[in-house]
T-cell receptor, first 112, second 112 residues
Framework: DAGVIQSPRHEVTEMGQEVTLRCKPISGHNSLFWYRQTMMRGLELLIY????????DSGMPEDRFSAKMPNASFSTLKIQPSEPRDSAVYFC??????????FGPGTRLTVL | GENVEQHPSTLSVQEGDSAVIKCTYSDSASNYFPWYKQELGKRPQLIID?????GEKKDQRIAVTLNKTAKHFSLHITETQPEDSAVYFC???????????FGKGTMLLVSP
């Protein structure tokens, strides 16, 4: 298995633009998580899905952030419009029933 | 909700010394405690975990201890090597479909 796959790995955009981050979880994992990591705030959980259903989105900072999981093998995190303070590394992670959680390589987002 | 505190925030040791990182948690229902290692520019990776039905677990130079009464758990690295230099995160969760609550991380620096 290739592990959790994220794209793009790096994204540089200008303030006000829409940004879409993509994630493919490990096959067979039924939970998917989106995290944001910054030096100031550490590793923050944004939202998580169980069996493709959003369970807890209390970590989503604002209405500018939205996430979807249309099927078991794909999820997106969208920021519209983006702002400089959204600059961070965004990780997707998936988990199996044994609870071991695997992280993807992350997307480094820079909003100018 | 769960709150995980981690100490110290930075730890510098000489190669060959031992390193200990400590975490406390607040939710007595938590029963799964993983530790992640994150090298610079990389994803967090699980290095060891412990469940509440055991008090200690070892894997080569790494060990984790759990004290459920005091609600704290610790990571012990013996015979440290420069490649152990990284940020280490502890986490806690209530098993099932709950989420991991992460500590703020400890930057471990091992000097040759």
């Amino acid at each position: 298995d290739a592990g959790v796959i994220q794209s793009p790995r790096h994204e540089v955009t200008e303030m006000g633009q829409e940004v879409t981050l993509r994630c493919k979880p490990i096959s067979g994992h039924n939970s998917l998580f989106w995290y944001r990591q910054t030096m100031m705030r550490g590793l923050e959980l944004l939202i998580y899905f169980n069996n493709n259903v959003p369970i807890d989105d209390s970590g989503m900072p604002e209405d500018r952030f939205s996430a979807k999981m249309p099927n078991a093998s794909f999820s997106t995190l969208k920021i519209q419009p983006s702002e400089p303070r959204d600059s961070a590394v965004y990780f997707c992670a998936s988990r199996d029933l044994a609870e071991e959680q695997f992280f993807g390589p992350g997307t480094r987002l820079t909003v100018l | 909700g769960e709150n995980v505190e981690q100490h110290p925030s930075t730890l510098s040791v000489q190669e060959g010394d031992s390193a200990v990182i400590k975490c406390t948690y607040s939710d007595s229902a938590s029963n799964y405690f993983p530790w992640y290692k994150q090298e610079l520019g990389k994803r967090p990776q699980l290095i060891i975990d412990i469940r509440s039905n055991v008090g200690e677990k070892k894997d080569q130079r790494i060990a984790v201890t759990l004290n459920k009464t005091a609600k704290h758990f610790s990571l012990h690295i013996t015979e440290t090597q420069p490649e152990d230099s990284a940020v280490y995160f502890c986490a806690a969760s209530n098993s099932g479909y709950s989420t991991l609550t992460f500590g703020k991380g400890t930057m471990l620096l091992v000097s040759p």
